[in-house]
């Protein structure tokens, strides 16, 4: 099984998970890892399956990730594929909402696996204008680590 790991990550969360999936998968085949920070529109059509992975920011996906699958929609829909995204609402109703509103329908009712696999606030990383919003709304002013090890795991056992 040939797979790509396309993700966009802004603080370093997203591609930490990306790497967890990636290390667990290369014992059943080649993987490979696309960040779309460094190449907006990577070659995906070798590829048997594409696991795709967005940070959630205010409840938005990345830019990026939007644009990276309306791009590559068709190619997309013809690959097995997986879908998760990134945040730290703990609410479980909005992280399905954010999920959605992640990716097309069409990808969603197609992919094999989709997951939410928890966040970070690293204050280390953010501007002030992020900082002040996290203080106000998260209502902490320290770093927090969230990433959900068993969603992450669940989400690899449908791929192997």
Partial sequence: ??????????????EKV????AE???????????????NA????????TIIIGSPIYAGKA????????????S?????????FVCGMDPTKEKREQELKDAYPEGLLKKSLASGFMGGAFIFEEMNFFERAIIKKIAKTNRSIQK???????DFISKFQ
Wanted: hydrophobic share 40%; proline share 1%; aromatic share 6%.
């Fill in 75 to 83: 190619v997309l829909l013809q690959k097995k594929t997986g879908l």
């Fill in 18 to 21: 990306a790497a967890l999936i």
């Fill in 147 to 153: 990433v959900e090890l068993k969603t992450i795991e």
């Fill in 41 to 48: 529109n990577p070659d995906i059509s070798s590829f048997d």
């Fill in 1 to 14: 099984m040939k797979t790509a790991i396309v993700y966009a990550s802004k603080h370093g969360t997203t």
């Fill in 62 to 73: 990345s830019s990026k990730m939007k644009n990276f699958c309306k791009v590559n929609e």
């Fill in 24 to 38: 667990k998968l290369e014992e059943t085949g080649e993987v490979e890892l696309f960040s779309l920070n460094k």
